[in-house]
């Protein structure tokens, strides 16, 4: 559809929690013509990347906000006017963006969090947002606010009305408090020594702070300056070079943390012989491939095989919610997918997962992966995942910890085959060493929910529906 | 200006309202030929005749209930428990029928109820409590619990002088023990304006009682190196919330200390009060010492361990400033 008035481009909000996105290339340039839906930038989050496709048809005659800079939810990016409009019937950007903000920090934090949801379950797509809407008030900044700084002991509510009123970072302050809280003492001490003025290095990028005061007169000007995005500020030193974290990263990196000081992980391994599944394999991969279009990987066998196991073991698809236990009738499968380079990881989920036979879920796992390495996945895809698996045995990996991605209660490592001598028997029950087949699979499930009998009960399942691999029922 | 026993002020100060105002007459146990159970009305009835100084029977309903009847025909009745702890035999005559009269058929009852209160003379279960905070829920009613000498003339003055009902806490253990100036002339102190027993910058400690004198000695022992404010708040009902809020504002820290029993104690109210209007000026949660959830018990060691002592109230502080 060609647009008869210009329309805002604005951030998207990529999942729920995901306050701010980064702009990480803009795919047409200012005066460019677009066609609705065309991809017109690429943009990273701490849970997605992905590009955004134009909302209209038109012009891109302005851009608002430059590659590399993270912005809130809601931010307007760009502008796309009518083809042959000239100028944007906008007002002034530097003007709409002050609204925007104030607007944002009008709405009360309950209120900006629900719109925020209701946007998402409205629109799984990126929103391409309607030509009269304004944009949505920005979801308020996360608790998290820091900027990826070091976790401090209790802030009281009196240290924190100080800290605002003088635009402080507790953070910076040295505390004289049990367990080095900052007392109420330390930071009037702090504010006298002109403490206020230094420019406090965790501080959030502006955008994340919409109840700070506009007024430049009411700030002091060291501690505006120190509202900038944190770039440069760790020096290399001799032989060292210095990047920012991504988004994905930071967002990788909190998720990591809070996992293992959430869950009591425990690792537990299976060997497993896949002797019957490689000779099913070896018959079905042509046919797949042939008629389907479909790959067939090992990975696909194991994630059938985990899904009748979970089957009698609903707990491990469970997850602790408060003091209860909420187990689902339904398995979303994540399945953990690296990104080149090192560049990061991403779990997009296969929905329903156990709704799907062999072929159905080999192709959903190759659809999902490809997705995730082209950045084209949905904020849906990677969202309300109830059980994940991850395979770095692609790598040649044979064995590991891994950690279980929250709120789930389990995650299965899948390693390589890798060809081993093992006792068997032979027909006339003697023990012979074979050459077989070997994997190893690896569970890491959290002991607050799950016991090792429990947890090993379901390996002990999981390894018998791969070794005695039925064909006829998939 | 004469110094008193706070026994004494509270007498004399009874003495001289009856020989100002006729309207005032004393009812209770043993209040008349033997002067009282702790003798604050000794003498009273030579001076005044049975009629102004009554010696009741053992029926603290019919003290109450016949004073709250001579306070609606215009009398100005002071009533003693011999102990507080009976005083929950004539919980009906105060809370059904005194603490409602008023916003029931609009007629005043000023009465005054004084209550021997609190322990610390291995007195047990039943002649040691301080039941003010059961009194402090009851709409209509007034509640004085006077530290010093001074005060429990003019708080005592003022009790007689309000036309609603006032429960007058005196406590025994200050009965003999707490000497000070009182001022020779009639006066009277308002409810709802506490006093500030000694200042401080650290933390605020809020109490009434003989418990200021409890808190006085902690802050005492703590000098040089914590700095503690101590506010007696005199009356509970009304008590004064603006001092205390300020105080808090100040200092940032806050201790409630009361020899009551813990839950549901007043100094939960304190507590919530604090977190309600104050919250943004807190830099520690707000901190309680009292007696715990039991009866009082009559063994002596037993009784210390019951009732918060000085040590209890530093090692408080103490945790507030570390916090």
């Known amino acids: 559809m060609a647009t008869q008035t210009a329309v805002d481009v604005v951030m998207p909000q990529m999942g729920v929690s995901v306050s701010e996105g980064t702009i990480t290339k803009w795919l047409k340039a200012e005066g460019e013509t677009i066609a609705s839906d065309e991809s017109l930038l690429e943009i990273s989050t701490d849970k997605v990347d992905t590009e955004i496709p134009s909302p209209a048809s038109g012009v891109l005659t302005q851009i608002l906000v430059p590659e590399g800079e993270t912005v809130e939810v809601g931010t307007k990016l760009a502008v796309i006017s009518p083809e042959g409009g000239g100028e944007p019937v906008d007002e002034p950007p530097e003007l709409a963006t002050q ?43 996360e608790a998290d606010g820091d900027g990826g700084g070091q976790v401090r002991a209790f802030v009281s509510p009196v240290v924190a009305r100080i800290a605002s009123e003088h635009g402080i970072d507790v953070g910076q302050i040295e505390g004289s408090g049990r367990g080095g809280r900052v007392t109420k003492k330390d930071i009037l001490a702090f504010v006298e020594q ?71 992980h425990v690792t537990t391994t299976f060997e497993v012989d896949l002797s019957k599944v490689v000779a099913i394999r070896q018959k079905l991969k042509r046919e797949y491939e042939e008629r389907h279009g479909v790959k067939l990987t090992y990975l696909a066998f194991v994630a059938r095989a985990t899904l ?30 690296a990104l080149e380079g090192g560049k990061g990881l991403i779990v997009p989920v296969v929905k329903h997962a156990e709704e799907k036979n062999l072929l159905g879920l080999a192709r959903a796992i190759q659809e999902i992966a490809d997705r995730a390495r082209n950045k084209k996945l949905m904020p849906d895809d990677v969202q309300g995942g109830t059980f994940t698996i991850t395979n ?29 001598p093992v006792v068997v028997q032979d027909d006339a029950g003697a023990d012979v060493i074979a050459i077989r087949p070997m994997m190893n699979l690896c569970l890491a499930y959290d002991h607050r929910l799950i016991d090792g009998a429990y947890a090993a009960q379901f390996m002990r399942d999981l390894r018998s529906n791969l070794e005695t691999w039925d064909e006829s029922s998939y | ?35 009282g159970a702790f003798k604050v009305t000794k003498d009273f009835q030579q001076e005044f005749g049975p009629w102004r100084v009554i010696d009741a029977p053992l029926s603290e309903t019919a003290i109450v209930g016949g004073c709250t009847g001579a306070a609606i025909m215009g009398m100005r009745p002071v009533a003693e428990m011999q102990f507080a702890d009976f005083i929950s035999c004539a919980w009906d005559q105060l809370v059904t029928v005194a603490a409602k009269q008023h916003y029931r058929a609009g ?60 429960l ?12 000070d100036e009182v001022p020779d002339e009639r006066y009277t102190i308002p409810f709802g304006e506490a006093r500030i027993h000694r200042e401080g910058d650290d933390v605020t400690l809020v109490t009434w009682g003989a418990m200021v004198y409890t808190a006085d ?34 200092t940032s820290k806050a201790l409630v200390l009361h020899e009551d029993t813990q839950t549901a104690g007043f100094g939960a109210e304190i507590m919530a009060t604090i977190m309600e209007e104050a919250f943004e000026d807190l830099d520690a949660p707000v901190k309680r010492v009292t007696a715990p959830d039991t009866p009082v018990p009559f063994a002596p060691p037993l009784e210390k361990w019951f009732l918060p002592q000085v040590e209890d109230v530093v090692a408080g502080l103490k945790d507030l400033a570390e916090y």
């Open chain 1, 99 to 141: 609204e925007a903000a104030e607007e944002s920090a009008d709405a009360s934090g309950a209120e900006g969090e629900t719109r925020a949801a209701e946007k998402v379950e409205d629109a799984p797509a990126p929103p391409s947002p309607e030509p009269a809407e304004t944009p949505a008030p920005a979801a308020p900044p």
């Open chain 1, 194 to 264: 002109g403490g206020a003025k230094t420019p406090a290095p965790e501080a959030p990028p502006a955008p994340a702070e919409p109840a700070a005061p506009q007024t430049p007169a009411e700030q002091p000007a060291q501690a505006v300056a120190a509202a900038q995005p944190p770039t440069g500020e760790v020096e290399p030193g001799a032989g060292e070079t210095v990047e920012p974290m991504t988004p994905m990263r930071k967002g990788i990196a909190e998720h990591m943390r809070r996992s293992l000081d959430t869950s009591a």
């Open chain 1, 308 to 337: 009748d196991a979970i089957a009698k073991w609903p707990w491990m698809n469970a997850e602790i919610r408060g003091e209860s236990i909420v187990t689902k009738s339904y398995v979303n499968l994540g399945i953990a997918v």
């Open chain 1, 392 to 420: 770095p045995g692609g790598f040649g990996a044979i064995h590991g910890t891994p950690i279980i991605s929250q709120p789930q209660v389990a995650i299965l490592d899948v390693e390589a085959m890798v060809k081993r």
């Open chain 2, 1 to 35: 200006m004469a110094v008193k026993t706070y026994l004494q002020a509270i007498s004399d100060a009874l003495r001289d309202e009856m020989r100002r105002d006729k309207r005032v007459f004393v009812i209770g146990e043993d209040v008349g030929v033997y002067g």
């Open chain 2, 107 to 166: 007629t005043p009852v000023p009465i005054v109820v004084r209550l021997p209160s609190g322990g610390g003379f291995s007195g047990g279960p039943f002649h040691s409590q301080n039941p003010e905070s059961s009194f402090a829920h009851i709409p209509g009613l007034k509640i004085a619990c006077p530290a010093t000498p001074a005060d429990a003339k003019g708080l005592l003055l003022s009790a007689i002088e309000d036309p609603n009902p006032v």
């Open chain 2, 168 to 179: 007058y806490f005196e406590h025994k253990h200050l009965y003999r023990r707490i000497k």
């Open chain 2, 217 to 250: 000695e902690a802050a005492k022992q703590l000098e040089g190196e914590l700095s503690v404010e101590i506010i007696d708040l005199r009356t509970i009902a009304p008590w004064d919330r603006e001092t205390v809020l300020e105080s808090v504002a100040k």
